[in-house]
């Protein structure tokens, strides 16, 4: 079930730092499937969005087992910034 703010905002009229700010969210409160679909309509050409995209999208592929997602995601995120 999507939330009020997506049903009243597409995502495509979202600009990328208020996706990942709803996808933090999802996170926080443990919405793993719907974060999962949100990082694979994630598009941006700006590294560190991508980044952060990915590391949220690891969260739910581990938490939903989906092992070939999370190794996917795996190759975007650099070793270091999960530290």
Do not use: N
């Not at 719907?34 to 590391?55: G, M, P, S, V």
């Amino acid at each position: 079930m999507k939330g009020i703010f997506i049903t009243l905002v597409p995502a495509a009229c979202l600009k990328t730092q208020d996706q990942l700010g709803y996808m933090r969210c999802l996170e926080a409160l443990g919405q793993w499937d719907q974060l999962a679909e949100e990082t694979r309509q994630f598009k941006t050409d700006d590294e560190k969005e991508k980044i952060d995209a990915a590391k949220l999208g690891t969260f739910a592929a581990w938490h939903r087992e989906d092992w070939s997602t999370f190794e996917k995601l795996m190759t975007i995120v650099p070793r270091r910034r999960f530290l």
